[in-house]
């Protein structure tokens, strides 16, 4: 059962920019690494890592070298929610979008149902 809340997909054309969200329950937030992932139309095997914030390790971010310098990940303490800035988008870019709790303290992982962005050229 999804227990994180994607929103924000659209369509945009290519150049164009996104804001995703996701909310996420409180001690999900807290006690996981959190990230994003996308997933291309027609390949429902593969949801390729975006970005994610390594929450329970080091802190760190990390970018999948197609985003870096267009995407930013970032979080809101206050509301549990994990933020996806698309800028410069392209039609690669195009598929369902994934937020997800990987790994967690507890050895589970909790995945949204994904929102939609459609970039046209």
């Known amino acids: 059962q999804a227990r994180l809340l994607e929103s924000g997909g659209g369509s945009v054309q290519a150049g164009g920019s996104l804001n995703l969200s996701c909310a996420i329950p409180e001690w999900i937030f807290s006690n996981c690494e959190i990230g994003w992932y996308h997933q291309p139309p027609g390949n429902k095997r593969e949801r390729a890592l975006v970005?994610?914030?390594?929450?329970?390790?080091?802190?760190?971010?990390i970018y999948a070298d197609s985003v870096k310098g267009r995407f930013t990940v970032s979080e809101d303490n206050a509301k549990n929610t994990l933020l996806l800035q698309m800028n410069s988008l392209k039609t690669e870019d195009t598929g369902e979008y994934y937020c997800a709790a990987d790994p967690c303290r507890d050895g589970m992982d909790y995945w949204g149902r994904g929102t939609l962005v459609t970039v046209s050229s």
């Open positions: 970005s994610r914030i390594k929450k329970i390790t080091d802190g760190s971010t």
